[in-house]
């Protein structure tokens, strides 16, 4: 099945760290850019951070640069999310979104289930 | 890129015709998507390059635009339709951004 997995969600308090995952299976991995997108509870999707196919290409919202950081282990068909300084406005749901990054098709086409994370004392 | 929809809800009854828009701060180019959320859901992929339906989706779904106007059309509207539409531009970026969201509900 075709699909990717979030995980790594939970309470943490703020200023702490967190490390999400993303779990591909079923497809190429390696072919495909993923990005982070969050959704704080009842607000609209913010996209967080991109990594290309081969992480030559890194990029971050200016909400998370300095935080954050994304990485990824193609032999693990596997993206992470090491969260640092946690606040209480990073509390959301953080799905992964794979991306054909191809000229004919740039958008997020298949999408993680979401890991909630939420940062309270 | 900011991207303003309208409205930022909508009622309507099965079997209607609704309209989306979306406006750009900026023009673009044709890296533009509309997904489907629905509760508890991830976000699903309806339209990207502007028109081009995702295999799957239902052809009641159609996207148009140009510039810094596009629309998001859902002609016959069905039960399961009723949902939170986003659009999103990646043209330039980063950031690649979304709209706030229409939420259509039944009437």
């Known amino acids: 099945e075709v699909q990717l997995v979030e995980s790594g969600g939970g309470l943490v308090q703020p200023g702490g760290s967190l490390r999400l995952s993303c779990e591909a299976s079923?497809?190429?991995?390696?072919?495909?850019?993923i990005n982070w997108v969050r959704q704080a509870p009842g607000k609209g999707l913010e996209w967080i951070s991109y990594i290309s196919d081969t992480s030559r290409t890194i990029y971050y919202a200016d909400s998370v640069k300095g935080r954050f950081t994304i990485s990824r282990d193609n032999a693990k068909n596997s993206v992470f999310l090491q969260m640092t300084r946690l606040r209480a406005e990073d509390t959301a749901v953080y799905f992964c979104?794979?991306?054909?990054?191809?000229?004919?098709?740039?958008?997020?086409?298949?999408w993680g289930q979401g890991t909630l994370v939420a940062v309270s004392s | 890129i900011q991207l303003t929809q309208s409205p930022s809800s909508l009622s309507a009854s099965v079997g209607d015709r609704v309209t989306i828009t979306c406006r750009a701060s900026?023009?673009?180019?044709?890296?533009f998507a509309w997904y489907q959320q629905k509760p508890g859901k991830a976000p699903k992929l309806l339209i990207y390059g502007v028109s081009t339906l995702e295999s799957g989706v239902p052809s009641r779904f159609s996207g148009s635009g140009s510039g810094t106007h596009f629309t998001l059309t859902i002609s016959g509207l069905q039960p399961e339709d009723f949902a939170t539409y986003y659009c999103?531009?990646?043209?330039?970026?980063?950031?690649?951004?979304f709209g706030q969201g229409t939420r259509l509900e039944i009437k």
């Open positions: 079923g497809f190429m991995f390696s072919r495909y850019s």
């Open positions: 900026e023009v673009m180019s044709s890296y």
């Open positions: 999103q531009q990646m043209n330039i970026y980063p950031p690649i951004t």
């Open positions: 979104a794979r991306d054909p990054d191809d000229p004919h098709k740039r958008v997020f086409d298949l």
